[in-house]
């Protein structure tokens, strides 16, 4: 079964770190741009950063800019979000999803797509 499997939401304080992690089965990663964006309750969904299948470009929106950072590991087929200093504000659910391209616009594009994974839930509060 192709699909995509985030992991590694929890609660955690403010100032504090997680590591979610994407993680592929059914098809290779490695060729594909990957890109995390994130859903508030009673927000719309956002888009967070991407990462070309080379790992050589990288995206963050601003609000995360600094804080977080997209990286792969091929031979382990996944993807990872490491986020530190988290705010009240990133609490959300987060998704990965394939992109056609690591840019803005495209990950803007995606989040017209109505098909999304379950994610995983960051809590962050005190």
């Known amino acids: 079964q192709v699909q995509l499997v985030e992991s590694g939401g929890g609660l955690v304080q403010p100032g504090g770190s997680l590591r979610l992690s994407c993680a592929a089965s059914?098809?290779?990663?490695?060729?594909?741009?990957i890109g995390w964006f994130r859903q508030a309750p009673g927000k719309e969904r956002e888009e967070i950063s991407c990462?070309?299948?080379?790992?050589?470009?990288?995206y963050y929106t601003d609000s995360v800019k600094g804080r977080f950072t997209i990286s792969r590991d091929k031979t382990k087929n996944t993807v990872y979000l490491q986020m530190s200093n988290l705010k009240s504000e990133d609490t959300a659910a987060y998704y990965c999803?394939?992109?056609?391209?690591?840019?803005?616009?495209?990950?803007?594009?995606?989040?017209?797509?109505?098909?999304w994974g379950r994610g995983t839930q960051v809590t962050v509060s005190s």
């Open positions: 999803k394939v992109v056609p391209m690591c840019t803005a616009i495209q990950l803007q594009r995606m989040l017209r797509s109505d098909s």
């Open positions: 059914g098809f290779t990663l490695g060729y594909y741009d």
């Open positions: 990462i070309s299948n080379s790992g050589d470009r990288t």
